[in-house]
């Protein structure tokens, strides 16, 4: 009975664990709510006086990019602002043949009369955080906009975004990220579901309460001096934005995100492209969660509910460990419930953690009926939506939760960019691209055999107990088996 109690114990552990995200998930929903009937009174600067009009930089962090480079300039070169007060920094740490065809590209940018230099390092040290700390000490703007290779501003996005500094305490004005490829595959869609849950309930959630949040890396533009003040970019984990997006938050300095600012991106299309996204990204999250829990714990600056909402944050990724714990130990809890009648109780208060699902289930629902409108066949397409990304996200729990374990042991490893591919609809061909990693790594076995364990824990809803078997966790087990074969047979037959 040792091991079935432990087995409790985790497993009520990570439910609870679950049902405090899922409750502040349900608090960001309330914020969103309410500030999407708020008017926006900010303080903006008036471009119609020259005056007021600052010079900004903005750089654009590339590594090896050669699909994206062409497209990537010239679309940065129809940025609408005075020529005099502009200039651009490609900051280029490839080494492959891309660095001649972007040598050429910003020549004859230059010849347009647009300020744009090309600055390339030896090394790539510090990754992206190194590339951006090098730019810096040569920009000459008073603002830093930053783009990823695969982001496509609109032409006034400068003027959207720059009036918002006039508040002196401002440090970063962050966009809303939006998808040209979102309707491309199931992957895509699911990722586009993802990003704008985050992008919708949890940014406007957080900061119209005065909660932290995070510059998401790209789509953003940072006041030159909250950079220096806060520390520069540094390069010790593998989400630089996320760190030095609180260590800004730490020192008072102010966000402000702009939901209806629209920055278009592309989706990774290849599976191989979205996992080394999703480690990074998780990694980065448990790297952040061990730097900066005791500097938000101590900090005199900041409220008691904007430390709860903090650590959560900085937890975001963790939550997958006890989606893996909850998903594994599901199956010899199924056993256990139906071999030791005297734990009824506990499985009856069990079950209330099923709550968890139905908050997720609403607060997703908002964000979608905002992006895509409601009504009753919105709602339909909705329900499939959710719990296919559901399904999928559970799938690629072992694969995070690794991640999420690297990051909270302290574990180094490279900065991995995610390979971009120039797909802008629903069609594409992406099987030539030679920066797309061919092989998949063992991890990939294990979501295979797990598919094979859930597969199991549906039959044992057949054979359990003695009394005609038990169901109740057979449409879990139903969705994590979806999950993991999805993950396990993209991953090895989506390859080039």
């Known amino acids: 009975m040792v091991i079935e109690y432990i087995i409790i114990v985790i497993y009520s552990i990570s439910l609870l664990l679950i049902f405090m995200y899922a409750l502040a998930q349900l608090n960001l929903l309330f914020n969103y709510l309410k500030a999407r009937k708020k ?12 005056k007021e009009i600052p010079f900004i930089t903005i750089q654009l962090p590339v590594y090896n990019e050669l699909y994206v480079m062409d497209r990537l300039l010239k679309n940065i070169a129809k940025i609408e602002y005075p020529r005099e007060k502009l200039e651009i920094q490609v900051l280029d740490d490839s080494t492959d043949e891309s660095v001649e065809i972007t040598a050429k590209l910003i020549k004859e ?65 962050q ?11 199931t992957l895509t869609k699911i990722q586009a579901f993802a990003l704008d849950a985050h992008f ?43 760190d030095l997006s609180y260590r800004a938050q730490l020192k008072n300095w102010k966000f402000k995100y702009l939901e209806n600012v629209v920055t278009p991106a592309e989706l990774p299309v290849v599976i191989s492209a ?32 904007t430390k709860i909402h903090s650590l959560l944050h900085l937890l975001n990724s963790s939550m997958f460990t006890c989606i893996f714990l909850v998903a594994v130990l599901s199956v010899p809890m199924l056993y256990i419930k139906n071999e030791y009648e005297h734990l009824k109780v506990y499985f009856y208060v069990m079950s209330f953690f099923v ?42 729990s072992l694969h995070n939760t690794i991640a999420v374990l690297e990051g909270h042991l302290g574990k180094k490893s490279e900065f991995i960019r995610t390979p971009k591919f120039n797909i802008g609809g629903i069609k594409g061909e992406w099987k030539s691209n030679k920066y797309i990693s061919k092989k998949p790594s063992f991890h990939v076995i294990l979501e295979g055999l797990l598919a094979i364990y859930f597969v199991f824990g549906m039959y044992s809803a057949f054979v359990v107990g003695n009394q005609g078997g038990d169901f109740g966790l057979f449409p879990f087990h139903f969705m994590l088996f979806i999950g993991f074969s999805y993950v396990f047979f993209k991953s090895i037959f989506s390859k080039a």
């Open 175 to 185: 966009t809303r990220w939006g998808h040209i490829n979102r309707n491309y595959s």
């Open 355 to 396: 709550i968890s699902s139905l908050i997720f289930f609403v607060c997703y629902w908002f964000m979608f009926k905002a992006i895509y409108g409601g009504g009753f066949v919105k709602f339909i397409k909705y329900i499939g939506s959710f719990f296919t990304f559901f399904s999928v996200a559970m799938g690629f």
């Open 39 to 50: 008017e926006d009174s900010s303080e903006k600067f008036d471009f119609s006086n020259s």
């Open 109 to 173: 940018i230059q010849a347009q009369g647009l300020d744009i230099q090309h600055i390339k390092r030896t090394n790539r040290q510090g990754f992206k955080a190194g590339a951006l700390k090098e730019g810096l000490k040569i920009a000459k703007g008073e603002f830093i906009a930053i783009f990823d290779a695969d982001f496509l501003p609109q032409p006034d996005w400068l003027y959207q975004t720059v009036p918002y500094f006039k508040d002196p305490k401002i440090g970063v004005v």
């Open 200 to 242: 919708t309930l949890e940014q406007v959630g957080r900061n119209s309460q005065g909660h932290f949040i995070n510059f998401n890396g790209t789509a953003g533009v940072w006041r030159k001096e909250c950079i220096y003040d806060a520390g520069n970019w540094q390069g010790d984990t593998l989400t630089e934005d996320l």
């Open 274 to 305: 979205a996992r080394s996204q999703q480690f990074r990204w998780n990694k980065g999250g448990a790297e952040n969660f061990q730097k900066m829990m005791k500097r938000v714990i101590k900090s005199k600056n900041v409220s008691f509910k």
